[in-house]
């Protein structure tokens, strides 16, 4: 949006708005004649919203759905990395107590799983901390439940390195899904003496790795190919928060979408919510994606469905049968290595396809809908999959107005 209020006076504005009420939105209003100036300004005033109000039809508004955990903020970074300015070091600097806490809550998780898992687990012995790291296990503990984390200095990775490699971490950390252990563990816990240095300023690697819940709502305007390129749209983003509490923002926003891009974590299928350990996340993916698609407001609404984590869902599948999740129990393994990983993500991608049908009403069946694997991280594949996106949305709009 220009700002071109700038150019005229705000005085000399308000004096024009409070004479002419009633007859701003007049595109017939006739002009005093006694004051040209003043009627210059009120034509340039005309001329600029109409500029603007023929801006604003051009652009294409997406909005980023999905469940907690899902991947969409990260997908909302990539967008700023890609087709914007990326992070200025001002921004990036912003991001460092977010990964500080990241590490310390994540390490706080995995000490107090294990002594969770000592106590009740049939192989309890597996999970017990070594001696000689139980003092710095509580103190550990004892940071990540503060509400304020210290600076990491060199002294603290150390120690959080050393509970790191204890065995019964590692253990504790092979059953993650069943402690909210987040996607980003191994990638800090494996840059300690980097995220400890005294200058340190994050990479767009480590922004694209931090973890921290979205909450209201944050929007994003961008082209795939270029803001001044006539081939190309211009979208406006909108990512919301995706856990249950956060929802109830989402609803001002449905009217008026180009497209929904709904973002389904493909590799939570054997864990739980974050607010909700009772509820298994696919289920709640499922259940929110079947909602979303029956709205009235979206009834002519293109949706784009993301089957995100492809990377972690690659080397879980191999490791944990996809029958565990009550939506996929009539899933039968059939191979083994990449061969039983693609026939597992065709079968997860079929029942969102027939979810997409059985929740979709028939007159609203020939809207557009599109499925794309990827991987949040891979700036690659996010790059691909939002030029094949703006594809698939320019195509539409040419054959709505009769072009194709």
Known sequence: MLFWWSLISISSL??????????VCSKNRRYRDSDPEENAQAAEIERRIESETKAEKHIQKLLLLGAGESGKSTIFKQIKLLF???FDETELRSYTPVIFANVYQTIKVLYDGAKELAQNDSNSSKYAIS???KDIGEKLSEIGGRLDYPHLTKDLAKEIETLWEDAAIQETYGRGNELQVPDCTKYFMENLQRLSDTNYVPTKEDVLYARVRTTGVVEIQFSPVGENKRSGEVYRLFDVGGQRNERRKWIHLFEGVTAVIFCAAISEYDQTL???ESKNRMMETKELFEWILKQPCFEKTSFMLFLNKFDIFEKKILNVPLNVCEWFKDYQPVSTGKQEI????EFVKKKFEELYF????PDRV??????YRTTALDQKVVKKTFKLVDETLRRRNLFEAGLL
């Open 342 to 345: 693609e026939h597992a993500y």
């Open 131 to 133: 001696e000689e790291n």
């Open 274 to 276: 974050f607010e909700d």
């Open 358 to 361: 059985q929740s979709s009403a």
């Open 84 to 86: 914007q300015t990326g």
């Open 14 to 23: 308000l004096s024009f708005v409070t004479e002419n009420m009633g007859l």
């Open 366 to 371: 020939d809207r557009v809908f599109k499925i």
